[in-house]
Structure formats: C-alpha cells, structure tokens
C-alpha cells in the first residue's frame, strides 16, 4: 500500500514538472526505482532546459557562497597575522630577504647576486632588499626563460611593467625549444620565469656570510 502511495505521489510531482533528484528529496526512493515508475513520464525539452539553467545556477550561488566563505575566514587569520607581525622593519626586511635568497637565491657564482621565480611578487620583494643595500634599479639585469610558443614582445612588456624597469635592463631571452602549450602540469603564473641579477663581489660577499652568520646562530 505505501509503495503504491508512493509512485502515485512520484507521478504526481513529475507531472508538476519535476526532477528525479526533486523527488527523490521527498519520497524515500531509489532512482532506479523513479525510472521505472516515470519512464512513460518524460519531461519536456524545454523542461529540461530549464532545469539545466536551475541546476547551474544554483551551483554558481553555492560556489559564490563558499567563496564568499573562504574569504571572510582568510580576511580574519590575515586579521590575527597583522596584529601579531605589526609593522615590518629594516631589520626585518633584511632577515626576510637573506632567507629568500637561501631558498631561491644562485649559489653558483662568486661574482653575481640572483634570484629566479615566476611570481613577479618574488621578484618585487628581492629589488627591494638589494634597495636596502642602495643598489639602483638601473644596475639590475633581467634574464627571461620563456617557451618558443610564447609572445615574447608581450612578456617582455609585462616583466617591464610588473618590476617597474626600463628596458635597457633586459637581455636577450632565454627560448626554452618546448611550448607552454604542450606542459599537461602547469603551475607558475604563465610568463614564463624571471632571473633578477646583479653582479658585483661584494653583495656576494654579503649575503654568503649573512647565511652563514644565521646558520650558526639558529640551527643546533
């Protein structure tokens, strides 16, 4: 008896236009089950359109809403992460950047000073910290690696523009013989990757014994 109950009810709702997931939420039964009962119960195709245009809807107002979520939680750790930082100091700069450099810096010259990412962000932080040092803008050199299949008047003008250097700082690109097109994995921001460098000894100097200097000071 109930079951017949329930596929009177079922039939009732798709003819009220309904979905299989919207009578599902309210009768206790399996899909399989719906399609039996309803099979001679199709839904229009400008029902179905409809309720395509729902579905998608409602989708983008969830993924909007834990959006909106995400962000609010971010807003009040970066909240806590302020109130706890404070204000950034020289000093704090300088520690900063020595520990950029160890993670990301080049180690393989005695005469040069680098840093190489594909965040422009990276890059920004680092000729700030060589600033601290006094070093201009100007004396910076930049080494773009960038994939043949890449539009390298553009990414040269985007480097240019994002680091706020005039272009008689750039060399010559570096074209890598594979396309960017072609990597399956892709992680970076899509400009390719930038080598911040400046040459001279002394800043080499510098920096490998400030390395050293916090090697022997924090690890036991």
């Known amino acids: 008896m109930a079951r ?21 939420a309210k009768l206790i039964v399996s899909k399989s089950t719906l399609s039996s009962w309803l099979r001679v119960y199709p839904l229009s195709s400008g029902r179905i359109s409809e309720l395509r245009l729902n579905s998608f809807q409602r989708i983008e107002r969830y993924r909007n809403t834990m959006s909106k979520k995400r962000d609010e939680a971010l807003d009040r750790v970066y909240e806590q992460v302020e109130k706890g930082i404070g204000s950034l100091t020289r000093r ?15 180690k393989s010259s005695d005469c040069l000073t680098s840093v190489s990412n594909t965040d422009p962000n990276v890059l920004k932080f680092f000729i700030k910290w060589l600033s601290l040092f006094e070093i201009k803008k100007k004396d910076l050199r930049i080494k773009l690696h960038l994939y043949k299949d890449m539009d390298i008047s553009k990414e040269l003008a985007f480097w240019k523009k994002e680091l706020k250097l005039p272009i008689s ?15 399956t994995y892709k992680n970076g921001f899509g400009h390719g990757t930038c080598n911040v460098i400046f040459f001279c000894k002394g800043m ?10 916090i090697r022997e000071k924090s690890i036991v």
């Open 204 to 213: 080499w100097q510098y920096w490998k014994m400030a390395l050293k200097y």
């Open 92 to 106: 704090d700069l300088l520690i900063g950047g020595i520990f950029l450099y160890w993670g990301e810096g080049s």
């Open 4 to 24: 017949r109950l329930d596929k009177e009810k079922a039939i009732k709702l798709r003819l009220q236009g309904k979905s299989y997931s919207q009578i599902k």
């Open 169 to 183: 700082c750039f060399q010559k690109p570096y074209i890598k013989n594979s396309c960017l097109s072609g990597i």
